[in-house]
């Protein structure tokens, strides 16, 4: 698999004076106020841009915000340079455009230890185009690349593959050598036995996950809206829980393989139960097997908690990727919350732990247990795609080792 190979690192490249194009993701939440409400990104982004200051190198950083249509002053990334200079301990230069004259003076006025931030590259529908020549004139004010953006890294756009055409070397920043490591390393090589935890709403979205994990896990652990379909499909009733009735023979079918593999396949066994999909829902347990009529299922529930805990306290690696159920309302977040509180004291006993982006990471870190992981991944999109065995577009583009 080419997204397996080892990609290019910055090593012990003689980087004094040189201008280094640094693409990241700091694609961060903002609010109406243009303050930043989860700077997670920017702090993943930080030991690259200050292992290439500390080298002597002059860093034109770039990323996208959002997904603007032209020039949108919403999405500019002006809100990041106060962040961004404190936890560099510098003053940053914010470039009013990512390309163009005065993008060129900025980048040669830049002073050893410099950072220029460039504007949003997606205020140029040439981004996302890929196109040759919009690359081209990115590069064309600095010597070498790294990208360390993991979380676009599944996006073949101009700053994250085109670029790379033009400048050499083009290597992987700490970041994305780390997502690397553990989403591709850790899972293809795990510590065994390895429990993967799946969640989420549809089985629709993590069809391609769940068949590339049957083929590497022991243990694999399924919550979240997807089990009804799961239930139905072996004639259970699900009441008004969330179902994919174009899905059904997809679950029997993973059912089978997981059998064939000698994978042990969890479902819950009893799940909390809604009237109504709302934060103020009322709510009961009942078993998997007895869900009413005109009821739903938005977690699962004690007993499947218990279950799924032993299970886990055999593993050694773990990768969840999805919610257990609704956790967004606190009444259904206790499937959630057990996982992310069991993972964080695994972790403390030496397991491997991996969270594989997404809502799983926001449901981790309103545990206040991000830290306690063994890696939490900064891509949702792009960790799923390297999960399912994908290449990554920005992967690929990069030096070899
Ligand atoms: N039982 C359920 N019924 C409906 N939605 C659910 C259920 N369990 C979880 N969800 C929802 O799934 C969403 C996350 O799904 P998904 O995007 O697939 O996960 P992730 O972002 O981790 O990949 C959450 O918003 C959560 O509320
Ligand atoms: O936030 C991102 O993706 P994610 O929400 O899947 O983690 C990345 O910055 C990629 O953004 P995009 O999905 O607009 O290309």
Redesign the pocket.
């Known amino acids: 698999m080419a997204t397996k190979r080892s990609v290019g690192t910055l090593g012990e490249a003689d980087l004094k004076g040189k201008k280094v194009f640094v693409r990241a993701d700091l694609n961060v939440p903002l609010d109406d106020a243009q303050k930043i409400t989860d700077d997670t990104r920017i702090r993943a982004s930080i030991p690259t841009i200050k292992y290439l200051l500390e080298k002597g190198a002059k860093v034109i950083l770039a990323s996208h915000l959002g997904r603007p249509k032209g020039v949108t002053p919403k999405f500019s990334l002006k809100p990041l340079v106060p962040r961004l200079s404190e936890l560099l301990g510098l003053e940053v230069v914010m470039a009013p455009d990512c390309i163009g004259e005065e993008v060129e003076k900025l980048a040669a006025a830049l002073p050893d230890g410099g950072v220029l931030l460039l504007e949003n590259v997606r205020f140029y529908k040439e981004e996302e185009k890929n196109d040759p020549e919009f690359a081209k004139k990115l590069a064309s004010v600095a010597d070498l690349y790294v990208n360390d953006a993991f979380g676009t890294a599944h996006r073949a756009h101009a700053s994250t593959e085109g670029v790379t055409k033009f400048l050499r070397p083009s290597v992987a920043g700490f970041l994305m050598q780390k997502e690397l490591d553990y989403l591709v390393g850790a899972v293809a090589n795990p510590k065994k036995p390895f429990a993967a935890i799946v969640?989420?709403?549809?089985v629709s979205?993590?069809i391609g996950v769940i068949e590339s994990l049957l083929a590497k896990v022991d243990i694999l652990i399924l919550?979240?809206?997807?089990?009804?379909t799961f239930y139905k499909a072996q004639g259970l009733p699900v009441g008004k829980?969330?179902v994919e009735e174009d899905k059904l023979e997809l679950a029997t079918s993973l059912i089978e393989t997981a059998k064939s593999k000698g994978v042990k396949l969890l479902l819950p066994t009893d799940?909390v139960v809604a009237d109504k999909?709302a934060a103020d829902a009322e709510s009961k347990i009942v078993p998997a097997t007895a869900i009413p009529d005109g009821w739903?299922?938005?977690?699962v529930g004690p007993d499947s908690i218990k279950t799924f805990a032993e299970a886990l306290d055999t593993t050694k690696t773990v990768i969840w990727?999805?919610?257990?159920?609704?956790?967004?309302?606190e009444k259904?977040a206790a499937?959630?919350d057990a996982i992310a509180k069991q993972l964080a004291e695994l972790t403390g006993k030496g397991v491997t732990t991996i969270i594989?982006?997404?809502?799983?990471?926001?449901?981790v870190e309103k545990a206040g247990l991000a830290d306690k992981m063994s890696h939490i991944s900064t891509g949702?999109g792009a960790s799923?795609e390297l999960l399912e065995g994908k290449p990554l577009p920005g992967v690929l583009a990069l030096d070899e080792a």
């Open positions: 969640g989420g709403s549809k979205s993590k919550g979240g809206g997807m089990i009804f829980s969330l799940v999909f739903m299922g938005l977690d990727n999805g919610p257990m159920g609704v956790f967004e309302f259904f499937g959630t594989g982006g997404g809502d799983s990471v926001a449901a949702g799923l």
